[in-house]
């Protein structure tokens, strides 16, 4: 099964700076990473698929990029709507699994 | 607009079956693949299996001796079934459709005790 490790585990920021998480792979999973966004009480939303494909409606703001084992979540100008939970999870190797989340909150 | 709406009890005994519907609207059972995931209290996420509109399925190996999935294609809806279960298995369970094996759109989640 692969393992993916996100860091860091919290990330304290302010609206408007920007935001880099990260999403390490236990084994390559060549690009096949998806990052979703959850809030409380809601389900996931995904945000980026195959690692830098934003999905429908996501704003400009959020990009994705790596490959192989290491990936990571930009997004560009915190809105104070984007405090919420982070997970990255791969689809190359069954079962899928996801990261433990990165919590991007309000400093 | 896909939505996917998950129906079943919020409550199961110990040993028993739990059993949950994932109604689809927006779309058709036959479009696409359709998946479960699970989130215990506090915890990550879980992927649970998937399945396609013929029957064919994929489990977890961590669950697959305990899970059945299926499709009514009359109802454009599919169920799980998770058998014998314990505390453990107390969780949020979402429905969600595949496209591309990607999670695209995802039910609300039902949160699903496992006590006596």
Same mark, same amino acid.
């Given at each position: ?20 998480? +990260?999403?390490?792979? +236990? !084994? ?13 009480? !809601? ?19 959020? +990009? ?6 290491? /990936?990571?979540?930009?997004? +560009? ?5 984007? /405090?919420?939970?982070?997970?990255? !999870? !791969? ?17 | 607009q896909v939505q996917l709406q998950v ?5 199961? &005994? ?8 994932c109604i689809v609207s927006g779309d058709s059972i036959?479009n ?10 506090? &915890? ?18 961590? %669950? &697959? ?7 009514? &294609?009359?109802k454009n809806q599919?169920? %799980?079934? %998770? ?12 429905c969600?459709r ?7 759109y995802?039910g ?9």
């Amino acid at each position: 099964e692969v393992v993916l490790t996100q860091s860091p585990a919290t990330l304290s920021l302010s609206p408007g700076e920007g935001a880099t998480l +990260s999403c390490r792979a +236990s !084994q390559s999973i060549s690009g096949y990473l998806a990052w979703f966004q959850q809030k409380p009480g !809601q389900a996931p939303r995904l945000l980026i698929y195959d690692a830098s494909n934003r999905a429908t409606g996501i704003p400009g703001r959020f +990009s994705g990029s790596g490959s192989g084992a290491d /990936f990571t979540l930009t997004i +560009s100008s915190l809105e104070p709507e984007d /405090f919420a939970l982070y997970y990255c !999870q !791969q689809r190359s190797n069954w079962p899928w699994t996801f990261g433990q989340g990165t919590k991007v909150e309000i400093k | 607009q896909v939505q996917l709406q998950v129906s079943g009890p919020g409550l199961v &005994k110990p040993s028993e079956t739990l059993s949950l519907t994932c109604i689809v609207s927006g779309d058709s059972i036959s479009n696409s693949y359709w998946t479960w995931i699970r989130q215990p209290t506090g &915890k990550g996420l879980e992927w649970i299996g998937y399945v396609y509109h013929t029957g064919n399925t994929n489990y977890n190996p961590s %669950l &697959k001796s305990r899970i059945t999935m299926s499709v009514d &294609k009359s109802k454009n809806q599919f169920s %799980l079934n %998770l058998t014998s279960v314990t505390a453990a298995d107390t969780a949020v369970y979402y429905c969600g459709r595949l496209r591309g094996s990607i999670a695209d759109y995802w039910g609300q989640g039902t949160l699903v005790t496992v006590s006596s």
